[in-house]
């Protein structure tokens, strides 16, 4: 069983600044790309930032410049630095992690999500 644990989301003025982590834990052989997803009310779900194992990272348009993403490998952790937020980021934040686990001689491979973490950008 492989869990994903968000923390860091807060409610914050325009302008300021936000880290968010997710933690990997459980049954992992191997930990692929990681992602941050957003879903603001009333909207769809919407990858932000996404990291692969290699470190190779993309971003969606409205946060290059202000957001970034990196891994923690040993630790099993991704994290979201965000600067200069804006009202419109707020959302309820996803953790999403493409991990394999290995059981009973087989490898299996599928996307875990986290619960969720609000963050919310007053002006």
């Known amino acids: 069983q492989v869990q994903l644990v968000e923390s860091g989301g807060d409610l914050v003025q325009a302008g300021g600044s936000l880290r968010l982590s997710c933690a990997a834990s459980g049954s992992i052989f191997r930990i692929n790309t990681m992602g941050w997803y957003r879903q603001a009310p009333g909207k769809q779900r919407e990858l932000v930032a996404a990291i692969t194992d290699g470190g190779s990272t993309k971003y969606t348009d409205s946060v290059k410049g202000r957001f970034t993403i990196s891994r923690d490998n040993a630790k099993n952790t991704v994290y979201l630095q965000m600067n200069s937020l804006k009202p419109e980021d707020t959302a309820v934040y996803y953790c999403?992690?493409?991990?394999?686990?290995?059981?009973?001689?087989?490898?299996?491979?599928?996307?875990?999500w986290g619960q969720g973490t609000q963050v919310t950008v007053s002006s």
């Open positions: 999403n992690g493409d991990i394999s686990t290995y059981d009973s001689g087989l490898y299996y491979s599928r996307d875990y």
